[in-house]
């Protein structure tokens, strides 16, 4: 016979299974985002597209300020993502529930991980270390959270104070 117990934690498994291999996947994906690949002359050109795509014109002073907020919104948007990513990771019934201890410890593994990303940028030609950005990442990662938590607050869904 089968077992609905089974069955539900086989389910809880591949789904944290897959939502770890997307926060990894994720990991990697800032950290191909932080090579020199990906430097401000990528992200001036992409914004110059951007802009001529709207038929907007500015002023060099005003599209550096558009190219700084820019690159600070991609810190803030993919560290959201990713704190998002690692909270769903957990192997439980109700991986989604709002946990604040759960939600301290994404956090605290995001700034780790931001931390990383830009010592890594000290070996990137043309990149460098902010701790600024660390800071922007773990806004992100707390902006991110909190849109979870958020979310779940508006859907009605328990809160709890379990890991």
């Known amino acids: 016979m089968n077992n609905p117990q ?15 291999t997307t926060a990894v996947a994720w990991a990697g994906l ?4 932080s090579t020199g690949t990906f430097g401000g002359s990528l992200t001036a050109s992409l914004l110059s597209q951007i802009l001529s795509f709207l038929h907007a014109n500015v002023s060099p002073s005003t599209f550096e ?24 990771s957990r192997r439980d019934e109700h991986p989604f529930d709002w946990r604040a201890r759960r939600a301290l410890a994404c956090l605290v593994m995001a700034s780790a991980y931001s931390l990383t990303d830009e010592f890594h940028q000290i070996f990137v030609p043309g990149r460098g270390p902010s701790l600024v950005d660390c800071g922007i990442d773990t806004v992100g990662a707390g902006l991110g959270l909190l849109l979870f938590y958020v ?6 869904s328990t809160v709890g104070e379990t890991s």
Request: proline share 0%; aromatic share 18%; net charge positive.
């Open 30 to 33: 800032i950290f191909y985002l």
């Open 6 to 20: 089974s069955s539900v934690s086989r389910y809880v498994r591949i789904r944290a299974a897959v939502w770890k």
């Open 151 to 156: 979310r779940g607050w508006l859907a009605g």
């Open 65 to 88: 300020a558009l190219h700084h907020v820019f690159r600070k919104s991609a810190h803030l948007t993919e560290y959201a993502i990713f704190a998002i990513l690692m909270y769903g």
